[in-house]
């Protein structure tokens, strides 16, 4: 199966890849960025280097991962999104390099993955989950459509867990303006 490349506004999401592992080293070692990634930790690259490795073979397998995203007119990517598989539902993932904060690039990316994941690849559901602190995170899972399943703790931190069928996002998607 051939990798998917999306489109979004301002946008290029391409699978990642082993060219991408010194930039996503750098960005998930920044204390704004791992806050909520790896339990604060800095991720070694070999960590990095296996994310990219599963991220190849859940390409090969199921037809999703995980994107690079790059800005039109760029070659670097800013941060990554995607899907990961999981028992249940494929989970929705997002970070960003902390330059890219607040500038709504991350919900940008997602409603491009969920876009996708409903569309091209027929899922039915997906989840995401989220540190109980991280407003940002929240807001986004929120506007794209995603319902609040449950909290509990998770690895010692307070997590909430979420979750968006097809047709809620589509309802979130078609009324969320500009």
Do not use: K
Request: with cysteine; aromatic share 8%; proline share 6%.
């Amino acid at each position: 199966m051939r990798e998917p490349v999306l489109e979004s506004e301002r946008l290029r999401l391409r699978p990642i890849r082993e060219s991408d592992v010194a930039d996503f080293h750098a960005q998930w070692a920044h204390p704004s960025v791992r806050r909520y990634l790896f339990d604060d930790t800095a991720p070694s690259l070999a960590q990095v280097r296996e994310l990219v490795a599963t991220s190849d073979a859940s390409f090969a397998a199921q037809g999703f991962g995980l994107w690079s995203l790059v800005p039109h007119g760029e070659s670097d990517p800013i941060g990554c999104c995607g899907l990961r598989p999981t028992a249940a539902e494929p989970e929705l993932l997002y970070v960003l390099a902390r330059d890219a904060f607040g500038a709504g690039l991350g919900l940008e990316a997602a409603r491009a993955v969920l876009g996708y994941a409903f569309g091209a690849l027929g899922l039915l559901r997906v989840c995401a989950s989220v540190d109980d602190p991280n407003a940002a995170s929240v807001r986004i899972l929120e506007r794209l459509g995603m319902r609040l399943d449950r909290q509990e703790e998770l690895a010692g931190r307070p997590t909430r867990f979420y979750g968006v069928s097809r047709g809620e996002f589509s309802a979130a998607s078609s009324g969320r303006g500009a």
